[in-house]
């Protein structure tokens, strides 16, 4: 099984930027594409789905969320943070079966 | 509008089964990929199980941690899928979510997902 690591948590203030780490034990490219997908979780709430494919922005995902990486190493950055994405943010690939996730990030305000 | 909603979750008996149903709507059902994702109280993500269409012969994945007790299918003329659960365990303990890929026939990414329905496994 392909794993991803991402860091417990992070702290940020309000207007500046997080960025939010995973990195995978296996590549997770194929064919010009990484398939590397970010959810945003907040409490008591099903996750969302943010980005996919590394760089994508899914719809109705503000620009202020962006993702970048390939092969192994994955970023998802929100500029500028707002007080509305404190949440834990997921990790997943798809490159193979069986789908994994990272463990989440809890992303906090200073 | 896509709508998924998971119902049969409760509180069981270790070793006992449950059946859990996700009630679909506001997209072709029939030729779309299912699965079901669960989250422990308190932890991360897990993916547990994959029902492709009739097109591939509606061939089914699981996790490695319920594989041989979980078994998932899907009936395309109510536009449901089920996971039903046997043999469970204390680790069974989770909310779990029906989810579904952007397009049909695919793996990818979790598009959607619907509202989630706990599982207590409890003596």
């Known amino acids: 099984d392909i794993v991803l690591t991402q860091s417990p948590a992070l702290a940020v203030s309000l207007g500046q930027r997080a960025t939010i780490s995973c990195k995978t034990n296996?590549?997770?490219?194929?064919?010009?594409?990484?398939?590397m997908h970010w959810y945003q979780q907040k409490p008591g709430q099903q996750p969302k789905l943010l980005i996919y494919l590394a760089s994508n922005l899914a719809s109705g995902i503000p620009a202020r969320f962006s993702g970048r990486g390939s092969g192994t190493d994955f970023t998802l950055t929100i500029d500028p943070v707002e007080a509305d994405d404190t949440a834990t943010y997921y990790c997943q690939q798809s490159r193979n079966l069986p789908n994994t996730f990272g463990a989440g990030t809890k992303l906090e305000l200073k | 509008e896509v709508q998924l909603v998971e119902t049969g979750g409760g509180l069981v008996r270790p070793g006992s089964s449950l059946k859990l149903s996700c009630a679909t709507s506001?997209?072709?059902?029939?030729?779309?990929?299912m699965n079901w994702v669960r989250q422990a109280p308190g932890k991360g993500l897990e993916w547990v199980a994959l029902?492709?269409?009739?097109?591939?012969?509606?061939?089914?994945n699981y996790a490695e941690s319920v594989k041989g007790r979980f078994t998932i299918s899907r009936d395309d003329s109510k536009s449901r899928v089920y996971l039903q659960m046997n043999t469970l365990r204390d680790q069974d303990t989770a909310t779990y979510y029906c989810?579904?890929?952007?397009?049909?026939?695919?793996?990818?990414?979790?598009?959607?997902w619907g509202q989630g329905t706990l599982v207590t496994v409890s003596s």
């Open positions: 029902i492709k269409d009739k097109y591939s012969n509606y061939e089914a």
């Open positions: 989810t579904r890929p952007p397009y049909g026939s695919y793996v990818g990414w979790f598009a959607y």
């Open positions: 506001g997209f072709t059902f029939s030729n779309t990929w």
């Open positions: 296996q590549n997770v490219d194929y064919y010009g594409n990484s398939y």
